[in-house]
């Protein structure tokens, strides 16, 4: 199973943009799809998670009131909607999914995620 993550592009500070998170090939069962990002030089961190049956979400720091996740179930699509964008939210982003339930901080353990999508690049000019 791929993830195919789709939306990036080059946007100015304070902009907003729409990422975009879809399966590829045969559908498959998970418990929650989250967003991760890396910048250059950076380790890749957590950004969001929403999970597929209660909508639940969690948001690094960094974001929280800036990105909304949200999920389509019938198009079993996640969204990350990014507002007021900074410089430093530049970075490639990956979609990713897991099977497991987590709840608050274990959900932002990236050895826990399965599938991953190829990653959108997001650049933001200050």
């Known amino acids: 199973v791929q993830l195919q993550a789709s939306g990036g592009g080059l946007v100015q500070a304070g902009g907003s943009l729409r990422l975009s998170c879809a399966p590829s090939?045969?559908?498959?069962?998970?418990?929650?799809t989250g967003w991760f990002r890396q910048a250059p030089g950076k380790e890749r961190e957590f950004v969001a998670v929403?999970?597929?049956?209660?909508?639940?979400?969690y948001y690094t720091n960094a974001v929280e009131g800036r990105f909304t996740v949200s999920r389509d179930m019938a198009k079993t699509t996640v969204y990350l909607d990014m507002n007021s964008l900074k410089a430093e939210d530049t970075a490639v982003y990956y979609c990713?999914?897991?099977?497991?339930?987590?709840?608050?901080?274990?959900?932002?353990?990236?050895?826990?995620?399965?599938?991953w999508g190829q990653g959108t690049q997001v650049t933001v000019s200050s």
């Open positions: 990713a999914s897991r099977e497991d339930y987590c709840s608050g901080y274990g959900c932002f353990r990236e050895d826990e995620y399965k599938y």
């Open positions: 090939g045969r559908a498959f069962g998970s418990y929650a």
């Open positions: 929403i999970s597929w049956r209660a909508g639940r979400t």
